[in-house]
């Protein structure tokens, strides 16, 4: 069964520091997105990507951030200046359709800023 | 800003004894997802809702989406401890392209 992957499982990081996040989502999906949650709470969204830009975005989603498809395969997250509260769970997820394809989510990286 | 939540935050059950969650978002919703998380997981889709007044069933789950298309609600019936996760619905506004989350409600069944 197809899958969307997420690289790396975990990651440590010094606040200021960058961070890249990686996903591949499935091969055949057009819609794109990053997601975080923060341990035990709820899952946020964060930006939404189609046809090599950014379609939606919340106010979580600042200057910070930014996000790229760098070739046919990958999406990446990249945090620019990274901040405690950045440490979270990021889930990369693809889908078929907008507004009413089901969502698919990779395993999440798992992001831990010191 | 729009705010879906769930009620109840945590739930304990019994074993074989029935559990609901339910979830209402502060505006219209043009459709609704339920998603199954887990511990240490990732979200995982059970089931969209587009009508109003809907209502699905998987197996023992039974999925409905409220008249006013405002709440909708995840009974599952004879719970068992694969159950065990967290429910999230997602909302999907009229006039938006992303799904809001609820808050969720963690589910535990006690053998």
């Known amino acids: 069964e197809p899958e969307v992957t997420q690289t790396p499982s975990h990651q440590v990081t010094q606040m200021g520091q960058e961070v890249i996040l990686r996903c591949v989502p499935i091969s055949n999906h057009l819609y794109f997105y990053w997601y975080r949650q923060i341990l035990g709470q709820k899952v946020e969204f964060l930006v939404s990507f189609y046809n090599n830009e950014i379609s939606e975005k919340s106010e979580i989603f600042d200057d910070q951030f930014s996000v790229e498809r760098p070739d046919g395969s990958n999406f990446t997250l990249k945090i620019r200046s990274t901040k405690l509260e950045d440490s979270a769970m990021y889930f990369c997820?693809?889908?078929?359709?907008?507004?009413?394809?089901?969502?698919?989510f990779g395993e999440g990286s798992r992001l831990t800023v010191l | 800003g729009q705010q879906v939540m769930q009620i109840p935050q945590y739930q304990h059950v019994q074993e074989g004894e029935d559990f609901t969650t339910y979830c209402n978002s502060s505006?219209?919703?043009?459709?609704i997802q339920w998603y199954k998380q887990r511990p240490g997981g990732h979200p995982v889709f059970l089931i969209q809702?587009?009508?109003?007044?809907e209502v699905k069933k998987q197996k023992r789950l039974t999925f409905q989406f409220g008249e006013a298309k405002k709440n909708s609600s995840l009974h599952i019936t004879a719970t068992q401890t694969t159950d065990v996760g967290t429910y999230f619905c997602?909302?999907?506004?009229?006039?938006?392209?992303?799904?809001?989350f609820g808050t969720g409600t963690s589910l535990t069944v006690i053998p």
């Open positions: 997602a909302g999907l506004l009229n006039t938006g392209n992303q799904f809001y």
């Open positions: 997820a693809s889908s078929e359709m907008l507004n009413t394809g089901e969502l698919f």
């Open positions: 505006t219209t919703l043009s459709n």
């Open positions: 809702l587009v009508k109003s007044g």
